[in-house]
């Protein structure tokens, strides 16, 4: 997975990583924090009734060169092309959201990288409870705290992984997923659905959601929730601040609306 257009330099300028780079899950972990809290998930282009674009050398521009963030595919595609830069061995993975009433498809993608024979769950692209830093695929049915959530990876004897997120108490599903090795190509129908099918979420509502060190800002249609050490406040949104707060709060300027 790479483009023609990414260049590591400027994706590092873009995230504000000032580290010294290295093939290591240190380098991994401080990357993906790095890319949480300054790239938006989000679903701007769906809104506005556009495909989103898989072609590598979009995305780059887009997140990269546009200052824009994106829904998984294109987050966690950025991601990969610098870890391959970095020469970390990773592979994508289908997972299978597992928060909605009825049973979906695998429409979410994910990475998992392999280091010093240690493979760790990668994912930048999950939204409002999405992991925050590499969890070790080794450590099973123990809660991992970061930040302020909690997190938690099962294996079940078919070699399905679940993600489950500690939520108001109570352990939360988020998605499953093994590992079978899924190429670039194979996520196209996945994306088309998420951009076009009326039962997306994506399709049905603006969903934006953004990182930070204390928790994570979320507009979701227009509900905007600020989440800071476990504790929410949330508020409705007038139709003629949404502006306003895609700029102040998601860096997201009227002009990709």
């Not at 506005?48 to 995305?59: F, M, N, Q, T």
């Not at 939360?172 to 590992?179: A, K, R």
């Not at 899924?182 to 998420?194: C, H, I, K, S």
């Not at 929730?225 to 406040?233: D, E």
Request: charged fraction near 20%.
């Amino acid at each position: 997975m790479q483009a023609t257009n990414f260049s590591l330099r400027h994706y590092f300028e873009r995230i504000g990583f000032k580290g010294e780079p290295k093939a290591d899950i240190a380098t991994v972990t401080e990357l993906m924090r790095c890319q949480l809290f300054t790239v938006p998930f989000e679903n701007v282009d769906v809104q506005a009734g556009k495909i989103v674009s898989l072609v590598p050398e979009e995305i780059v521009e887009k997140i990269v060169g546009d200052a824009r963030g994106g829904y998984c595919y294109e987050v966690n595609g950025v991601f990969a092309m610098a870890l391959q830069a970095l020469r970390v061995p990773y592979q994508f993975v289908a997972a299978r959201p597992m928060f909605y009433p009825a049973r979906r498809p695998r429409t979410h993608m994910a990475l998992v990288v392999t280091l010093d024979n240690t493979r760790w769950l990668c994912d930048l692209g999950f939204g409002s409870y999405g992991i925050r830093a590499p969890m070790n695929l080794d450590l099973l049915d123990v809660e991992v705290q970061q930040d302020a959530d909690t997190f938690m990876l099962s294996r079940g004897d078919d070699g399905v992984y679940l993600l489950r997120a500690l939520v108001d108490g109570q352990w939360v599903n988020q998605y499953g997923f093994d590992l079978s090795p899924q190429e670039w190509v194979d996520f196209v129908p996945a994306n088309y659905l998420n951009s076009t099918h009326p039962e997306s979420i994506f399709v049905q509502k603006l969903v934006i959601v953004q990182h930070n060190a204390e928790g994570r800002k979320i507009l979701a249609g227009d509900l905007l929730k600020l989440v800071a050490h476990g504790r929410t406040q949330q508020r409705t949104i007038a139709a003629s601040e949404r502006a306003d707060v895609l700029a102040r709060e998601f860096g997201l300027s009227q002009t990709t609306q």
